[in-house]
């Protein structure tokens, strides 16, 4: 193996791809369309390389300029949408959690609080599970009630912030009170620092104060 | 120590045990209506409740003699709201017998529950009778005719 081309960002409905360089004479064959072509021939420097998108009846649906210069021992990615050569992303990385707040910051059983938090992305697309929970920070997080979801974050070249949430039902498995609340990622073992009081949730029962006769008057 | 909530409650009326509304004795008769008006503070869910006003004797219990009550729909609040109220009260001299001194009361209900009670009001109604009654009389002249 020489050097490895894959693509990105090719037409919907696109199945399968193809690459030719050195005058056509070198092709990769019909490849599935994400699987990356481990090109076993010399690159030789080419910069005539073309690649062609098609679909399932092998229906032509893009088909590159020729671009270059590739050589040996090198990953290359070319991107349909832009018809350019990028060097592929970096491994997938995610750092500094953080949950922020929750809200609304009060809530009742029957509504929805939304735990919103932060963190950072760099390198490649990734798809993760995200989750955040509310309960009481011990010894340990007990926690009460939860969501999860999954979310694919974009390819970020730089360390890029994002802001995320996640709503959380409030559920008659909670009682009136102040909560705390944290976010991860779970297949990262990604956990936030847990962000205390920061819910309280209300009872579902009516609450006077000063219920006082004000005035009387006969009619 | 970090303040991380701050809960700020309604302005606190006097005390229960310092409860001295300006009171004014009502005089009624039978068929005449009061109206009780009450002022609280509320916070909770949207629910439909029944405001009840009742005019009697307080002894150990209030003995009741007449009621009236009528359904007051509250707005879902997070937090407190100020609100005031009434209810009507008839006057019916075959349950309230002419006198004086009656007191009242107010509360809200759900269906037969009581949620709140206010304080009583003491000596704050006379019933009036039905029967002629005279103020003043005197022979203020005399004449030949």
Known sequence: MSFVLSIKNAPSGSQWWRAEYYGGLISSGWLGISQPWNCPYAAYGAADVTVSVFDGNSNLKYKSLPFGPIYDGQEYVHDCSQSILVWPAEASQFRNIVATSVYPAQARVGQRANVNFELEHLGASERVTLYASIGNQGLWFDEILYTEYQYTFPEHSVWTKQYMFAAIDITSAISPGIYDAYAKIKEKNLVSPTLHDCLTVLGNQAEFYNFLIASYQKL | ?145
């Open chain 2, 1 to 145: 120590m970090e303040i991380q909530t701050l809960e700020v409650r309604p302005q606190q009326g006097y005390p229960v045990y310092l409860y001295l509304p300006q009171q004014t004795l009502l005089e009624v008769r039978n068929g005449d209506t009061v109206r009780i008006t009450v002022s609280y503070s509320y916070r909770g869910p949207a629910k439909t409740l029944t405001l009840y006003g009742a005019i009697g004797h307080k002894l150990i219990w209030f003995d009741e003699k007449v009621n009236g009550s009528r359904q007051i729909s509250l707005p879902d609040s997070q937090s407190w709201i100020s609100r005031t109220d009434y209810v009507d009260v008839l006057i019916n001299t075959a349950q309230i017998s002419p006198g004086t001194g009656y007191d009242m009361y107010a509360k809200f209900m759900e269906g037969s529950s009581d949620l709140v009670i206010s304080p009583e009001l003491y000596d704050v109604i006379n019933v009036l009778a039905m029967n002629p009654e005279f103020q003043n009389f005197q022979i203020s002249n005399w004449a030949k005719v």
